[in-house]
């Protein structure tokens, strides 16, 4: 219990803090983490503020996109993280929907915190970090929808400039044209499937392809198509690799991160 508690306050220490001044790519991501097993990947001693750790940094490719087929990762903290041991494993997912990028920055704002003790120490959240990486496995994975986070930032495609600033999907080609249709702002768009409503558990109450959304409770606010949750349960690569990661790591606990995309709590 107090492994699942420091682990949560950690998390929530993120969220009320300050992050970084600007927002990571998706090739910004793939550099940050070969930047870190570059310094941490091979490093036995990484820290004085973790004797005896061992490595603490591992990265591997838990899964690739459905359309583009671009990987996406998983960070493991732990000590002796280049050895899987017989420990309580713990996730945090950070970006599912596309324009909610704050879980992009928490989830690498804790890898770095994790990474960096020295700059903790006499501070609680030391104390937390030193008893869970020698006790227990934390997973970290900054994004796994790496389609969608390329389309907020934007990236140019044959020529033309792709970005959608409410995008919140993959780029699934729902329509079967070979075209990625969106259109900027929140709804519209009709390609792409909602990751967070393409699981098994609920999936039924996801919106079907183009199915209009009324506006709910905010009239003012639509987003039609933006629910869609897929063909089928996990017909997404995205969603699978997750379920298969999860399967395989036997998570006790995971913690996934959201944040409003309309300004409302």
Not at 35 to 51: I, K, Q, R, T, V
Not at 200 to 226: K, M, Q, R, T, V
């Amino acid at each position: 219990m107090k492994l699942l508690f420091s682990i949560c306050l950690l998390g929530v220490s993120l969220l009320s803090g300050q992050l970084i001044d600007r927002w990571h790519t998706y090739e910004e991501i793939q550099q940050q983490l070969e930047l870190w097993d570059a310094d941490f990947g091979s490093n036995s001693e990484p820290s004085p503020g973790y004797p005896g750790s061992g490595i603490i940094y591992h990265y591997e490719e838990i899964g690739r996109s459905t359309h583009d087929d671009l990987p996406f990762w998983g960070v493991r903290l732990s000590y002796n993280a280049d050895v899987k041991e017989d420990e309580p494993r713990v996730l945090f997912l950070g970006q599912c929907h596309a324009e909610e990028i704050f879980g992009v920055e928490t989830a690498m704002e804790l890898i770095d915190m994790f990474l960096h003790p020295e700059e903790h120490i006499g501070s609680m959240y030391y104390q937390y970090m030193k008893a869970i990486l020698q006790s227990a496995e934390v997973w970290v994975v900054p994004t796994y929808n790496p389609e969608g986070l390329r389309v907020v930032h934007g990236y140019e495609d044959a020529g033309a400039w792709i970005q959608d600033l409410a995008y919140r999907k993959n780029k699934r080609d729902v329509n079967a044209n070979g075209v990625f249709d969106f259109v900027p702002g929140s709804g519209n768009d009709s390609d792409g499937v909602d990751l967070n409503r393409n699981y098994d558990f609920n999936w039924i109450f996801g919106d079907a392809a183009w199915e209009l959304d009324p506006g709910g409770p905010n009239p003012s606010y639509f987003a039609h198509y933006d629910y869609y949750r897929g063909s089928a349960p996990f017909s997404e690569a995205e969603t699978r690799s997750i379920r298969d990661f999860a399967k395989a790591q036997n998570f006790i606990l995971s913690i996934a991160f959201h944040s409003s995309r309309s300004g409302n709590v």
